[in-house]
């Protein structure tokens, strides 16, 4: 079983910055590529970054390109999602996402497996 468990998340005006940690643990094989993914009321969850760290690879949503740094922990397993230049539109909760497989897939939910409860950021202007 693999446990994911975010963290960080809070409040901020439009334009300031929030970190969010993740860390996954537990006796499942996880592979290196994590992911965070976000939903906001009355919308589909949506991928916002994912990072391979084998081959250091990121990827973004071209909504958070240029505002949004994910990056690998020290601790094996772990991931953090720097977000500067916050707007009210950021706002959703976030999820941290990991899996037992590395697919080209790091946009679509269904390729994970595992997922933290979630965290929530709130934007305003």
């Known amino acids: 079983q693999v446990q994911v468990v975010e963290s960080g998340g809070g409040s901020a005006q439009a334009g300031g910055s929030l970190r969010l940690s993740c860390a996954a643990s537990g006796s499942g094989y996880i592979r290196n590529c994590m992911s965070w993914f976000r939903q906001a009321p009355g919308k589909e969850r949506e991928a916002v970054a994912a990072i391979y760290s084998a081959g250091g690879s990121t990827f973004y949503a071209g909504s958070v390109t240029g505002r949004f740094t994910i990056s690998q922990g020290s601790a094996k397993n772990t991931v953090y999602l720097q977000m500067n230049s916050l707007k009210p539109e950021d706002t959703a909760m976030y999820y941290c996402?990991?899996?037992?497989?590395?697919?080209?897939?790091?946009?679509?939910?269904?390729?994970?497996?595992?997922w933290g409860q979630g965290t929530q950021v709130t934007v305003s202007s």
């Open positions: 996402a990991a899996r037992s497989w590395c697919s080209s897939k790091w946009y679509s939910a269904q390729e994970y497996n595992y």
